[in-house]
């Protein structure tokens, strides 16, 4: 058994990933701990991706992923709690249960995964790192930021792509480092950096919700890497990873089927379709292995 509710978590970059959280990872909540705790924990993050509507409801791409895992796990797709994180604070919360999965802009790498014990359940989305500029600065392109200071987050790929991009074309810039986008922003509109470097989903949020963000803030035309957002959970417990895994290979299903709430049992329906009959056929003894509540 699950427990009462999941609780989830949200952030996202890619690279080699050499910087390792100090401590090799403990054990989380095992998968009938978080049936019998309930609801399920998830940290939360980034307007349009995964941003807050109102209370009750969590919208984006994170946020009904975690959604459809509480909805497997435990019959109910809004058993989730919605948990905020800081960047440094992400890994800590999972590897220590504070969260059940981490559904936020955080890149899959060898180092993560090696050196903190995570699970990595799979890609929820591809991104890549960008530069924003005000608009009065007339940076139209990368090249500009040569010997630049550069507002970007600690504790991030971010930092590290970015040292391996001006390094290898012989550039230098200043850097300010943030702890959280919110610090980012405060300082880039302070004008204490000339740009703000981040994965571009995460600039194009920090654009759409600063104030005037649109009219006075542009993007470099540059990508200096690209991105791997991926879904993580602690290892310890095959089962829960399994079945998190399991959920995110089913929706790529689903919306390679063309199948949505609107249609499902329609589609259910549709007996001539094989792919469809294997999608949807009786998996109770898979479900039960497992402790899946639907």
Known sequence: MFRNKLVCASLIAFAAGRNLASGRGGRGPDRRTIQRRRPLRRQRRIAGVFSK????????????????VAAAALGDPEKVVFVPLITSARFLALRTGQIDVLARHTTWTLGREVGLGLHFAGILYYDGQGFMVTRKSGIGKIDNL?????CVETETTSKENLDDYFQARGWKYQPVLVKSPAEAMAAFSAENCRAYTSDRGQLASARVTAPAGRRLCSSCQA????????????????EWFTLVKWVLFALVAAEEYGITRDNVQAKRQERTNLMLQNFFADQRP???SLGSQT
């Open 146 to 150: 040569n010997g630049a200071t550069i």
């Open 223 to 238: 990508r200096s890497q690209r991105s791997r957002w991926a879904l993580r959970c602690s290892r310890g417990d095959e």
């Open 53 to 68: 509507g109102t209370e009750r409801q969590m919208e984006r791409t994170g946020c009904d992923f975690c959604r459809a």
């Open 286 to 288: 898979l479900q039960q």
